[in-house]
């Protein structure tokens, strides 16, 4: 078996080749003067892990030309890791008229694909639409451990949402987990802190699964702050860390991502998940 990675995932693919013991293959990959796209992946006769983030939408152009030409070569097995899965938050219709982006996403790369890798999808919704086997990965373990190093005594979910995603990180590393709950006083006066403990004086760690522009984790910050939160670290498994996130993020006292999205603040990886959840599959497709 072989690794071969986009150029959203040369960092995690190559990770990824060095844990399963697999050889890991860079394509070629250049833009045409006009913006389309050429890849050229070298001849392979072995099933193969190809390993691309779906975001932005030029890496959706470059999975389905890797997948195409993996598949005109012959390649019997092609397992697709989509490390973070683009357009995931359009799971449904919200006004009449709209597409169900995450399910497109989905039906097309399944046309190439024999199995499909996820890690933390926004919603799980987004595996009934694969009509190949899928596995789903938690980031649940890395971010365990980078709280770890950083003492954290209590993890916090910045909403309901991700109460589960908390509680699970937190009984890895044995401290206690809470979500943050907003609750109205009175027309003017809304109050948002964790729902059943006391941060203060405390070491917090704030999880999520998707850091955007930021806006969410420095609310939360500013919360557990005014409760008297001694420490405040933040990490989320998909940092895409746009508009003015960094400045957000100052708000935190340090703040990291997974590698599912390659960025300066990508300090933790997901790779050993990964090929362990590879080795899962091939299990399964034998
Ligand atoms: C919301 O459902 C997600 O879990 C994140 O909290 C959200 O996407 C973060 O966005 P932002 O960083 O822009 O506040």
């Not at 072995?46 to 030409?69: C, G, H, M, R, S």
């Not at 809304?190 to 941060?199: R, S, W, Y």
Request: aromatic residues 8%; charged residues 25%.
């Amino acid at each position: 078996m072989k690794v071969v990675a986009g150029s959203a995932s040369f960092i995690l693919g190559e990770r990824v080749a060095k844990e399963g013991g697999w050889e890991f293959i860079k394509p070629d990959i250049k833009k045409f003067p006009d913006g389309e796209i050429y890849v050229r992946v070298p001849e392979i006769d072995e099933d193969v892990i190809l390993v691309q983030t779906t975001y932005p939408n030029d890496k959706i152009i470059e999975l389905f030309l890797l997948q195409d030409a993996l598949r005109e070569m012959g390649v019997k097995k092609i397992i697709t890791v989509v490390p973070y899965f683009g357009y995931s938050r359009q799971d449904k219709i919200f006004n009449s008229g709209e597409a169900i982006s995450a399910r497109a996403m989905a039906r097309h790369i399944a046309l190439n694909a024999d199995a499909v890798i996820s890690i933390d999808l926004h919603t799980l919704s987004i595996l009934s639409w694969f009509d190949i086997p899928t596995v789903h990965l938690h980031a649940t373990v890395p971010i365990s451990k980078y709280l770890s190093s950083k003492n954290v005594e209590v993890v916090i979910s910045p909403d309901k949402g991700g109460y589960e995603r908390a509680k699970l990180v937190a009984e890895k590393m044995d401290a206690e987990f809470d979500y943050l709950e907003k609750t109205r006083l009175s027309g003017t006066d809304v109050v948002i802190k964790p729902k059943n403990l006391d941060v203060d004086g405390k070491i917090v760690g704030i999880v999520d699964d998707i850091i955007s522009t930021g806006g969410t984790i420095a609310r939360a910050s500013e919360q557990l702050r005014n409760q008297g939160a001694k420490k405040i670290y933040a990490v989320c498994t998909h940092g895409l860390f746009i508009n003015n996130a960094i400045e957000n993020m100052k708000k935190t006292d340090d703040f990291a991502s997974t590698d599912t999205i390659e960025t300066p603040y990508s300090n933790i990886t997901v790779a050993e998940i990964i090929a362990r959840g590879i080795e899962e599959i091939m299990e399964n497709l034998k």
